[in-house]
């Protein structure tokens, strides 16, 4: 359920529901991950370290982007109520390990505030670059400005 709180034990999620993902990022080389607008035992998914970082970056192994969707960093400040402002959503988020809001800009506009405020640093805005400028290398971004669509070249 997209919004809905959900209790688990830590067992449970390491057994049950982590194993898909893992099989995803090992097996076909998943490149980037889109959180969920739910909270798992009270946390925000988007707003949790111990979701993002610990157990999708550290236990499962994964070293691509994680980008919010529309309304994740902002449901942290409206909806889930731990922010009080987007400068704090956004710090949260990004420290919780979100590289990229999307897809327009809305809290992280407010970064250079959450620094100056010391809600975050300025490494943790460089981990996000670095994780998406590596995917973007990956593809090519660089070397080829424009990727070849398919269906225009048929």
């Known amino acids: ?64 982007a994680v980008v919010a969707d529309y309304f994740t960093v902002s449901t942290l400040m409206s909806y889930h109520r731990i922010a009080a402002t987007k400068a704090a959503a956004a710090a949260r988020a990004l420290d919780a390990g979100i590289d990229m809001e999307l897809p327009q800009l809305n809290c992280y506009l407010h970064l250079p505030q959450a620094i100056a405020e010391g809600l975050t640093d300025e490494s943790a805005i460089d981990r996000a670059c670095e994780r998406v400028l590596r995917h973007k290398f990956s593809l090519g971004l660089f070397e080829r400005h424009y990727v070849p669509c398919a269906f225009l070249s048929a």
């Open 1 to 64: 359920m997209n919004w809905a709180p959900v209790h688990l034990g830590r067992r449970e999620i390491l057994e049950v529901y982590a194993p898909p993902f893992e099989a995803a990022i090992r097996e076909a080389g998943l490149a980037s991950v889109m959180n969920s607008y739910g909270e798992i035992n009270g946390e925000p998914s988007g707003g949790s370290q111990a979701l993002l970082t610990d157990l999708l970056r550290g236990e499962l192994g994964f070293d691509g």
